[in-house]
């Protein structure tokens, strides 16, 4: 159980440091209200493959590690409970 312990600390940690990287890497989404007001386009090339360029992929793998980290987290708090 104590192999296990540290396995996961490990992860925790690495994904931890992965998730700071990411999050500081992303561009601040530009339209916020004032999108709404100006009644920014939503329905344009770039806005429906905005999931294939680098922000997109970004935004997805931050995601998937804050997913990781609260699923590390709670996993970390039932293994220090046995």
């Known amino acids: 159980m ?3 312990k540290y396995v996961v600390l490990i992860l925790y940690v690495i994904v931890c440091v992965a998730l700071i990287i990411l999050a500081t ?8 209200a004032s999108g ?3 009644g920014s386009s939503t329905n344009n090339f770039y806005e429906q493959n905005k ?3 680098k922000e997109g992929k970004l ?3 931050t995601i998937i590690l804050g997913i990781l980290f ?3 987290a709670v ?4 293994l220090y409970l046995v």
């Open 2 to 4: 104590e192999i296990a």
């Open 25 to 32: 890497m992303q561009n601040k989404e530009k339209a916020g």
């Open 36 to 38: 709404a007001i100006t």
């Open 51 to 53: 999931g294939r360029t």
């Open 59 to 61: 935004k997805r793998w």
């Open 70 to 72: 609260v699923v590390l």
């Open 75 to 78: 996993a970390l708090g039932i």
